[in-house]
Every structure is written in structure tokens, then in C-alpha cells.
């Protein structure tokens, strides 16, 4: 009987030190690709050279997301985010798109936040 429940809060602590380190890394890398699409709307840099920088941190990000995220949830702002290479002739179309991908980033951020509302 001990054995079970020693078992079964060893199970439990595994469960949910993995849930944490989970929240943790998806945070890291929302906070991560944000940096880079805030960099190409506010900072003065070019539009190809943060377009690089945005598709460095996306091929990084993705992996992780699609690990622990729904695909549906990520396909609007993998659309836009695959769209910037095009829109970086005109830099404020390309300025707007990143903005909306941000907004898109934020509503990702939003859904998995751990609030009373996403919990219930």
C-alpha cells in the first residue's frame, strides 16, 4: 500500500515539474520571437536584416510550438510570420505585418497563460 502512494506522488511530482519547466520554456521562446518582431516595428533596422532575424528566431520557436501548442491555434501567425520575406521591398507593409504578427504572438501568449479564465 505505501509502495503505491510513495509511487504515486513520485508520479504526480514528475507530472508537474514537467508541466512547469514546459510553461517556462514556451515562455521563453513567445518572449524570444516577440523581441525580434518588436526589434523590426520600433527599432531602426532595415527590413531584410530583421526579416532574418524574425525567421531565425521562428525556426527556432517552431519546433518547441508545435510541441506543446495546437497546430490550429499557431497557423495565422505561421502565415504571417511566412509572408514577411515578400512584404520587405515595402517597409510599411512589412512594418504592419509585423505588428499584426505580434498581435497574432499575443493571442498564441494569451491562450496558454495561466489564468482563472484558461483554467476553467
Same mark, same amino acid.
Given at each position: 500500500?505505501?509502495?503505491?502512494v510513495i509511487?504515486s506522488v513520485?508520479?504526480l511530482?514528475?507530472?508537474?515539474?514537467?508541466s512547469?519547466s514546459?510553461y517556462?520554456? !514556451? $515562455?521563453k521562446q513567445f518572449?524570444s &520571437?516577440?523581441?525580434?518582431?518588436e526589434d523590426a516595428v520600433y527599432?531602426?533596422v =532595415?527590413p531584410e %536584416?530583421?526579416?532574418?532575424?524574425?525567421a531565425?528566431?521562428w525556426?527556432?520557436?517552431t519546433k518547441?510550438?508545435h510541441?506543446?501548442?495546437?497546430?490550429?491555434?499557431?497557423s495565422? !501567425? $505561421?502565415?504571417?510570420?511566412?509572408? &514577411?520575406?515578400?512584404?520587405?521591398?515595402?517597409?510599411?507593409?512589412?512594418r504592419? =505585418?509585423?505588428i %499584426?504578427?505580434l498581435h497574432?504572438?499575443?493571442g498564441?501568449r494569451?491562450?496558454?497563460?495561466?489564468s482563472?479564465e484558461n483554467?476553467?
Amino acid at each position: 500500500m505505501t509502495k503505491r502512494v510513495i509511487l504515486s506522488v513520485i508520479l504526480l511530482l514528475l507530472a508537474l515539474s514537467l508541466s512547469v519547466s514546459s510553461y517556462f520554456l !514556451l $515562455q521563453k521562446q513567445f518572449a524570444s &520571437l516577440g523581441e525580434a518582431l518588436e526589434d523590426a516595428v520600433y527599432a531602426d533596422v =532595415s527590413p531584410e %536584416r530583421s526579416g532574418e532575424k524574425i525567421a531565425l528566431q521562428w525556426k527556432k520557436s517552431t519546433k518547441i510550438f508545435h510541441i506543446f501548442l495546437i497546430h490550429s491555434d499557431l497557423s495565422d !501567425l $505561421q502565415t504571417e510570420i511566412e509572408s &514577411l520575406p515578400d512584404l520587405t521591398n515595402d517597409a510599411e507593409r512589412y512594418r504592419i =505585418s509585423c505588428i %499584426r504578427c505580434l498581435h497574432l504572438l499575443d493571442g498564441v501568449r494569451e491562450s496558454v497563460s495561466l489564468s482563472f479564465e484558461n483554467i476553467l
